[in-house]
């Protein structure tokens, strides 16, 4: 249980750096006066963006799948 939680942080704390590393890039071609600004603002930045968000979503449902699952083979094994 020790070992899924450590993933399950481990997971969750590299989709906030890609969240945090997405907001930064776009922050940052905001400053930038160039057309190519954009598309570093969509690319980059809406990428990165995308992948931290995916990651958590997967992270949080995966989660709650094994949680559920632990339940019900608890459930099934018989009182010793």
């Known amino acids: 249980m020790q070992t899924q939680a450590n993933s399950i942080h481990a997971k969750l704390r590299l989709s906030g750096i890609f969240i945090v590393l997405g907001l930064a890039v776009q922050a940052l071609s905001l400053l930038w006066n160039h057309p190519l600004s954009f598309i570093a603002f969509i690319t980059v930045g809406g990428l990165l963006l995308a992948v931290g968000i995916v990651l958590y ?17 608890a459930d099934q094994t018989p009182p010793s």
């Open 57 to 73: 979503l997967l992270t949080v449902v995966n989660t709650a799948a094994a949680t559920s699952e632990e339940k019900a083979t």
